[in-house]
Every structure is written in structure tokens, then in C-alpha cells.
């Protein structure tokens, strides 16, 4: 069982930046691959990046450029730096996890991810 919690999120005007953490609970390495997810009020749950435990990324085509994933102090821990924030950013952002090696660059499907976090918000004001 892995338990994700998120933390960082909040309000901030166009153009601000924003980071967002999860820590997994997990007895060990987590040794699989990690993500953020945001969904917005009548809108499907998208992928936004993905580490895996090797380091290998994945981005949303929306947020290249703008957004950064990176692992913290150990591989139980993944941030999300957000720049260049706009109205569009603005959703519920969950973090998730699957405790699987993994070769290559790691999915952004929901379909791949064992493990949710509750989700934190992010308000973009314009």
C-alpha cells in the first residue's frame, strides 16, 4: 500500500509560479514511476509530467517549457515546478504513483497509475 501526499498549492496571479511536492509512504524505495495529474471542473483527469525512478520524464505538450518534475532527496518525494502559471493551469492537481520498474519515459495515462493522492489545488488568476 503507498499513501501520496501533496502539498503546494494555492492562488497566484498570471504569469507566477507555483511548487508543488508528494510524498509517498511506502516501507522501502519506491523504485517505480511518478506523476502529476490535474483535472478541472467538467473536464477529464489529464496528465501533466512523470518521473521515473531513473529519471526519465515526460510532459504534456501544454506545459513544456513552463513546468519542471524532479525528484526530491530521495525517490519517495517528487516536486512539480510550475512558471509562467496562466487561467489555463488552473485545476485540482493529484499526484500518483506505481511502485514498478519501468523502462524509458513512464506513461501519462490514467490507466498506468496504481496509487492517488487527494489533490491540491492550483487558482491561476487573471
Known amino acids: 500500500q503507498v499513501q501520496l501526499v501533496e502539498s503546494g498549492g494555492g492562488s497566484v496571479q498570471a504569469g507566477g509560479s507555483l511548487r508543488l511536492s508528494c510524498t509517498a509512504s511506502?516501507?522501502?524505495?519506491?523504485?517505480?514511476?511518478m506523476a502529476w495529474f490535474r483535472q478541472s471542473p467538467g473536464k477529464e483527469r489529464e496528465g501533466v509530467a512523470a518521473?521515473?525512478?531513473?529519471?526519465?520524464?515526460r510532459y504534456a505538450d501544454s506545459v513544456k517549457g513552463r513546468f519542471t518534475i524532479s525528484q526530491g532527496n530521495n525517490e519517495n518525494v517528487v516536486h512539480l515546478q510550475m512558471n509562467s502559471l496562466n487561467s489555463d493551469d488552473s485545476a485540482m492537481y493529484y499526484c500518483?504513483?506505481?511502485?514498478?520498474?519501468?523502462?524509458?519515459?513512464?506513461?501519462?495515462?490514467?490507466?498506468?497509475?496504481?496509487?492517488w493522492g487527494q489533490g491540491t489545488q492550483v487558482t491561476v488568476s487573471s
Open positions: 518521473i521515473t525512478s531513473d529519471g526519465n520524464t
Open positions: 500518483a504513483a506505481t511502485p514498478q520498474e519501468w523502462s524509458g519515459r513512464p506513461p501519462l495515462t490514467t490507466a498506468a497509475y496504481r496509487y
Open positions: 511506502r516501507i522501502g524505495s519506491m523504485n517505480g514511476f
